[in-house]
C-alpha cells in the first residue's frame, strides 16, 4: 500500500520501504560506521549489525514494529537506500512506550532525508492510529537529531541514561503527541513524501 503524503518543499521527496534481508548491506554499512553509531555507544562489529538487521526483519513480518528504508524518489522513481527509520515497542523508566529511531548514511547527510522520512511516518502514524505518543532518544550532544525533534513538534520532556543493546550514553527524552499536525514551521507546498 502506498500512500502519497504531503511535505514541507524544502525537503527532499522520499519513499518508506518496508525492509527485507537484500537491506542487510545497508544495516551493516550504517550501524559499523564510527561516525553514524557515535552518538550510540560506538559501531557494532560486521555481525552485530547482520544480527540487527535479522532481528528487525524478524518483527516487522510479525508486524512487531515498523522499519523502514528511506529512499530518494524523482520522476516517479524510487532509488536506493539512504538511510532508515523506525517505530517500535519499547520501555523508558519502567513504563511501555512506542519509540522511533532514524540513521542516514555519512555521505548522504545533511539533505534532509531524515526530516522527510520523520515527515513520512509520522504522517502515516496520524493516518493509521497505531502507536500513540512517540518518543525519541537523541544522544545529548546529537545538535542535528535534537533539532529534528524540535522541528517536528516533539516536546523536550527530560534526559537521562538511554540502553543501547547495553551501552549506556546521555540522551535527550523528546515526546511527539499522538495527533499532534506534522509540521515544520513553514508552509506546506511541493515536494512530497510517502510510506509503502
Known amino acids: 500500500m502506498s500512500a502519497r503524503r504531503r511535505v514541507p518543499s524544502e525537503l527532499p521527496a522520499v519513499a518508506l520501504v518496508p525492509g527485507t534481508p537484500e537491506d542487510e548491506w545497508l544495516t551493516v554499512a550504517l550501524e559499523t560506521d564510527p561516525d553514524v553509531m557515535s552518538e550510540l555507544g560506538g559501531p557494532w562489529t560486521v555481525d552485530e549489525a547482520r544480527a540487527t538487521h535479522h532481528r528487525r526483519i524478524a518483527g516487522s513480518r510479525d508486524n512487531a514494529f515498523w522499519s ?48 522527510a522520512a520523520l515527515a513520512a511516518i509520522l504522517e ?18 546529537n545538535a542535528p537529531s535534537n533539532a529534528l525533534c524540535r522541528k517536528f513538534g516533539f516536546e523536550l520532556v ?39
Open 68 to 115: 523502514f528504508t528511506v529512499r530518494p524518489t524523482a520522476d516517479g522513481q524510487v532509488g536506493e537506500p539512504v538511510g532508515t527509520i523506525g517505530v517500535w515497542d519499547s520501555e523508558w523508566e519502567g513504563e511501555p512506550i512506542s519509540e522511533t529511531g532514524w540513521m542516514t548514511l555519512s555521505g548522504h547527510q545533511g539533505k534532509g532525508y531524515a526530516s
Open 124 to 141: 502515516r502514524e496520524r493516518a493509521e492510529r497505531r502507536w500513540g505518543d512517540i518518543h525519541a532518544f537523541p544522544g545529548a550532544s
Open 158 to 196: 527530560g534526559g537521562g541514561d538511554a540502553d543501547y543493546a547495553g551501552r549506556h550514553f546521555p540522551v535527550n527524552h523528546w515526546v511527539w503527541r499522538a495527533g499532534t499536525p506534522v509540521t515544520t514551521g513553514v508552509e506546506r507546498s511541493g515536494g512530497s513524501a510517502s510510506a509503502r
